[in-house]
């Protein structure tokens, strides 16, 4: 056996220590904690499963096809409205958009009033497990309590229309799992997994006492808990991309600069080497996807686009030559509406909130920037962390960056232009079909809107203007009887 510095002392003198007193001791009592850890788990996995399943089932049967007839159509890429034709729903897939004149037999008829129907919407950064509930309860509480609190915040989600999210931090694979078996009711999920971070980075969640650390501590409750992963050096920025990718992570999220909710980084500091961010892109890349990553500054986003990273995350601090760098590079840009105000992530000091002005203000900078140059790989994202109060405001959120962009330009950046982000995990694709587009083929993942949200975009912010959701081919909402 080999024995950590920890335990030094039972191997002096002692040849083999496997049977010192000492050791036998020591194993008893872990053989000991983890047969309780096993019956504990059961217990809970029990309690999880007979929670799921008290879900309600929404969905229709699936054996009939469904025709959205005497609708006008956003398909997710046009400008304007397409007329003229009803969509055709067979199983999973939208089989066709058919003339208004031709006759399907054996089809459920949904009349839609002259509705407009429109792909459903992506978040492109969102947190599954952390949105919904108070940092100090998800730092103290126990794991399967958060997990619970996720998936009753997982069904709201997509009864708010989104229904697909890009989680970009925290342990979502059991959540994923249990919405597509049609255990727990929510959006699709694309999982990073626990978020990289570099010791003192911004996913550090240890508590001052916790530091310094050994190889013999234990993992924080963060890291226990799935939310991040602390790695220094290359090894350990291999090994802990390659445990998320084993988890199932369709994408790795890393983190290369500093944060304003954060306990210890200050929001200019550079995070990870070259080196390092190069270890997690070819770790990814070698599983046939990629990289994402948090980062404000200028400095930070060139230190990530030179090692590989095909994605950033945030980026409000740029300026506008290392823009010009990330649309002549093909680089993805992952923003989120950060204006300051009612829709505001709460923070608890006075240099964070001041740090939280400096990035609205380039928050407003950065959207200019893309209306200038036409930044085309440009996505949005909510990221609402520790904020169950304003959950509530995703849709609102989205249909601010009117600001700046047509009701067409919103629409496409929360379904076409995401949809082609998700796409970049490639092999770790856990979807295998379109989304973010009413197309032939594509995933039947559509909104009825109650009015056309190309005249008014706040019509997303109010999820009762939803007369029909539809998930994967399945209804999960119809108010148009009652």
């Known amino acids: 056996m080999r024995a950590g510095s920890k335990y030094q002392h039972l191997v002096h003198h002692a040849g083999c220590p496997c049977h010192t007193p000492e050791v036998i001791r020591l194993n008893e009592r872990l053989m000991?904690?983890?047969?309780?850890?096993?019956?504990?788990?059961?217990?809970?996995?029990?309690?999880?499963?007979?929670?799921?399943?008290?879900?309600?089932?929404?969905?229709?049967?699936?054996?009939?096809?469904?025709?959205?007839?005497?609708?006008?159509?956003?398909?997710?890429?046009?400008?304007?409205?397409?007329?003229g034709r009803n969509v055709l729903v067979r199983g999973n897939r939208i089989e066709a958009l058919v003339p208004v004149s031709e006759d399907i037999a054996n089809v459920d008829v949904i009349d839609c009033g002259n509705r407009v129907l429109i792909p459903g919407l992506i978040d492109s950064h969102w947190h599954s497990l952390l949105c919904a509930i108070p940092m100090q309860t998800a730092m103290a509480a126990q794991v399967p309590y958060v997990h619970l609190v996720a998936a009753n915040e997982s069904e709201k989600t997509l009864m708010r229309g989104f229904t697909t999210v890009r989680?970009?931090?925290?342990?979502?694979?059991?959540?994923?799992?249990?919405?597509?078996?049609g255990k727990a009711v929510g959006p699709r999920i694309y999982p990073s997994g626990a978020m990289i971070s570099q010791t003192s980075g911004h996913g550090d969640f240890r508590m001052e006492y916790e530091i310094p650390a050994s190889d013999q501590s234990n993992l924080s409750h963060a890291e226990e808990a799935g939310i991040s992963s602390?790695?220094?050096?290359?090894?350990?920025?291999?090994?802990?991309?390659?445990?998320?990718?084993?988890?199932?992570?369709?994408?790795?999220?890393?983190?290369?600069?500093?944060?304003?909710?954060?306990?210890?980084?200050?929001?200019?500091?550079?995070?990870?080497?070259?080196?390092?961010?190069?270890?997690?892109?070819?770790?990814?890349?070698?599983?046939?996807?990629?990289?994402?990553?948090?980062?404000?500054?200028?400095?930070?986003?060139?230190?990530?686009?030179?090692?590989?990273?095909q994605c950033i995350e945030h980026g409000q601090l740029a300026d506008e030559e290392t823009v010009r760098m990330m649309l002549d590079k093909g680089i993805w840009w992952s923003i989120q509406p950060f204006l300051g105000g009612e829709f505001a992530n709460p923070m608890s000091t006075d240099k964070q909130r001041g740090e939280q002005q400096m990035i609205a203000e380039g928050t407003r900078r950065c959207f200019e920037w893309a209306q200038k140059f036409n930044f085309e790989r440009m996505v949005w994202g909510t990221d609402i962390l520790f904020n169950p109060a304003k959950t509530e405001t995703q849709g609102a959120q989205l249909a601010r960056l009117s600001e700046w962009f047509s009701p067409a330009e919103v629409l496409k950046l929360a379904t076409s232009r995401s949809g082609e982000l998700l796409a970049l995990s490639g092999e770790r694709n856990p979807y295998d079909g379109r989304l973010g587009v009413i197309e032939k083929g594509a995933f039947a993942d559509m909104l009825l809107v109650d009015g056309n949200p190309l005249e008014n975009i706040a019509l997303v912010a109010n999820p009762d203007n939803f007369a029909v959701i539809m998930k994967d081919g399945r209804i999960f909402k119809n108010s148009l009887h009652g």
């Open 230 to 309: 602390i790695a220094n050096g290359v090894p350990q920025v291999l090994n802990r991309v390659r445990e998320q990718l084993l988890l199932g992570a369709s994408q790795i999220k890393i983190m290369t600069g500093g944060g304003v909710s954060s306990l210890y980084d200050p929001v200019p500091s550079l995070q990870f080497t070259p080196d390092e961010i190069r270890a997690a892109v070819q770790a990814a890349t070698d599983w046939g996807t990629y990289v994402c990553t948090h980062v404000y500054t200028a400095k930070g986003i060139r230190r990530s686009i030179d090692n590989g990273v």
């Open 167 to 181: 989680d970009v931090g925290g342990p979502s694979f059991a959540l994923k799992r249990a919405i597509d078996g």
């Open 32 to 83: 000991q904690g983890v047969n309780r850890r096993s019956v504990l788990k059961a217990i809970i996995g029990a309690a999880a499963a007979s929670a799921f399943a008290s879900v309600p089932a929404f969905a229709q049967d699936g054996e009939r096809a469904i025709l959205f007839s005497n609708v006008r159509v956003f398909d997710g890429l046009s400008n304007a409205l397409i007329e």
